[in-house]
């Protein structure tokens, strides 16, 4: 049946691209990258990519292709081969359109733990999720199952409650592991960016003067992480023998800051902008929800503009900024080595000053 295998949906994505190296460097296991294509040709322009990208490795690495949105998606994957699962694959903006939360995320998930229970050899299983499956609850968010009961603020966040709800009501009979993921900001410490979401986008708006509010309090708990840090968390927590448990990829309230020193950090970064600072952009003020509500609807009835687009963008994930969260990750900390948590002001410091200077990746590093 050849080698024991590790399956990594989404492996051209950006979490799943940073554990095909790391498993690729790291093991000795031959490693098979999933990704979503439409046609052999897309897939075959990916699998230049990856054959340029991991030549060093070739004799280890394999590809292969489908689409979650299909009847049969790892149709190309012999289920006899794999000995572990990495699902990193799914659409993770906090504006996805509730069809595709569903197609995707939800029922994309289920196709490939149906294809997990056929893996009689299958050692252990990844879901990745996030610490917004937690939705609009606030308080204590412990490593255990979320009812859902409090709601979610968007399609996404709703999309990786119902797909660990799946996992746990239908298929825990896997040796499963959920990773539950907080906001990554940065590649590393350093602040470098390759990736750019909701932060980056509204930390843009507020730079050049798009946006004059932010939904939610300054006491707000903000939790971001890097992606080295995922990347790091998973590959350990995948490589231990312990399995049904859920870990919070985050780090905790304390460790953490809030929406409040998050923006001031920000201005004092912009601040040493010169242009910034010539057009004296004020700091954003924090509306209640129900004023913010009001606004997003009477800006969304006047159609396009660019007010409307500055506003829509951080309408999605609005809500959450009301949301305290106490983040807890006893269970992540203990099964990481040396667990310790970088210093949130120092990254949002470096992580502001490399969007500023290159103005979000517009123009290069140096």
């Not at 990856?50 to 689409?67: K, L, Q």
Request: glycine share 6%; aromatic share 10%.
């Amino acid at each position: 049946m050849g080698a024991k295998k590790v399956l990594i949906t989404g492996a051209d994505g950006y979490i799943g691209s940073r554990l095909a190296r790391k498993y690729l460097e790291q093991s000795d296991a031959p490693v098979i990258l999933w990704v979503r294509a439409s046609d052999a040709g897309e897939f075959q322009a990916k699998r230049t990519n990856f054959e340029r990208a991991y030549r060093d490795f070739e004799p280890r690495m394999s590809s292969c292709w489908g689409d979650l949105i299909n009847a049969d998606p790892f149709e190309s994957v012999d289920p006899r081969q794999v000995q572990k699962i990495i699902h990193t694959a799914s659409v993770t903006r906090f504006n996805l359109e509730e069809e595709t939360a569903r197609r995707v995320n939800i029922e994309g998930t289920e196709k490939l733990l149906r294809f997990a229970s056929r893996c009689d050899r299958l050692e252990s299983l990844g879901l990745l999720s996030t610490v917004y499956a937690s939705g609009l609850k606030s308080g204590v968010i412990e490593e255990a199952p979320m009812d859902g009961t409090a709601g979610f603020a968007n399609h996404y966040e709703r999309s990786k409650w119902a797909s660990e709800a799946t996992l746990l009501r239908e298929f825990d009979h896997l040796p499963w592991r959920i990773l539950r993921v907080a906001t990554v900001i940065a590649d590393s410490e350093d602040g470098r960016v390759t990736q750019y979401n909701a932060f980056h986008n509204t930390l843009k708006l507020f730079f050049y003067g798009l946006l004059s509010l932010i939904p939610g309090t300054p006491e707000t708990p903000v939790y971001f992480v890097t992606g080295e840090f995922v990347t790091d968390s998973v590959f350990t927590l995948m490589n231990i023998p312990a399995s049904k448990a859920i870990y919070h990829a985050a780090h905790t309230e304390k460790e953490s800051l809030t929406l409040g020193e998050l923006i001031n950090i920000a201005f004092e970064v912009f601040d040493q902008d010169e242009d910034f600072k010539a057009r004296r952009i004020l700091k954003p003020l924090y509306p209640d929800a129900e004023t913010f509500d009001l606004l997003v609807d009477g800006v969304t009835a006047f159609g396009g503009g660019i007010i409307n687009q500055a506003v829509s963008s951080v309408a999605p994930f609005g809500k959450q900024l009301f949301i305290k969260k106490d983040i807890r990750n006893s269970r992540l900390a203990s099964a990481l080595p040396g667990y310790t948590a970088p210093d949130a002001r120092r990254l949002i410091r470096n992580t502001c000053q490399y969007l500023v200077k290159t103005r979000w990746g517009k123009y290069p590093e140096c």
